[in-house]
T-cell receptor
Framework: ETGVTQTPRHLVMGMTNKKSLKCEQH?????MYWYKQSAKKPLELMFV???????ENNSVPSRFSPECPNSSHLFLHLHTLQPEDSALYLC????????????FGPGTRLTVL | TQLLEQSPQFLSIQEGENLTVYCNSS?????LQWYRQEPGEGPVLLVT?????EVKKLKRLTFQFGDARKDSSLHITAAQPGDTGLYLC??????????FGTGTRLTVIP
């Protein structure tokens, strides 16, 4: 089983749809992250969960709602998105407190019509 | 807000050529990481440098951390098509998160 998996790999949704992105890590890490990667911007940290508690929310609009039911799973619930939300959404995990190294999933390419 | 500027933003070279990409900031860092992101994948850690002036080699890749720990360079010798990707530098923030640079997108033409 690969380290960090994400589903779906590609998603097209309308502005009124509700969808969810899923991330699963098989590395036994204690922290998980959501990042947004747009074409012309650096990788942007969205949310951080450490030991299943959200420890950071970088001023992300409320139309993005994260959920971390356990240390291995992370979701990003999406509703009433805007076209500018189209991007690659990357999930990562790490062993927070021991190392800064993050292990990334392959990402979900999201297109909002 | 700290900023990690990477240069060049885009680089397209022929197979076999050498190249250097840079990661610069006005801030001092305790450590710096380099990641490579291949098309359709997430970033993967290449190296972590922690000491000012440190040089690390990974096959044909040579990483250097500046003496003042504000900047870093990545030199690739005899580039191959498999080196194609987005190269990202990253530093740890006070909150134990990573802050990423603007990236250099490298294309190696066979």
């Amino acid at each position: 089983e690969t380290g960090v998996t994400q589903t779906p790999r590609h998603l097209v949704m309308g502005m009124t749809n509700k969808k969810s992105l899923k991330c699963e890590q098989h590395l036994g890490h204690n922290a998980m992250y959501w990042y947004k990667q747009s074409a012309k911007k650096p990788l942007e940290l969205m949310f951080v969960y450490s030991l299943e508690e959200r420890v950071e929310n970088n001023s992300v609009p409320s139309r993005f709602s994260p959920e971390c039911p356990n240390s291995s799973h992370l979701f990003l619930h999406l509703h009433t998105l805007q076209p500018e939300d189209s991007a690659l959404y990357l999930c990562a995990s790490s062993q927070r407190g021991r190392t800064n190294t993050q292990y990334f999933g392959p990402g979900t390419r999201l297109t909002v019509l | 807000t700290q900023l990690l500027e990477q240069s060049p933003q885009f680089l397209s070279i022929q197979e076999g050529e050498n190249l250097t990409v840079y990661c610069n900031s006005s801030s001092v860092f305790s450590s710096l990481q380099w990641y490579r992101q291949e098309p359709g994948e997430g970033p993967v850690l290449l190296v972590t440098v922690v000491t000012g002036g440190e040089v690390k080699k990974l096959k044909r890749l040579t990483f250097q951390f500046g003496d003042a720990r504000k900047d870093s360079s990545l030199h690739i010798t005899a580039a191959q098509p498999g080196d194609t990707g987005l190269y990202l530098c990253a530093v740890a923030t006070g909150a134990n998160n990573l802050f990423f640079g603007t990236g250099t997108r490298l294309t190696v033409i066979p």
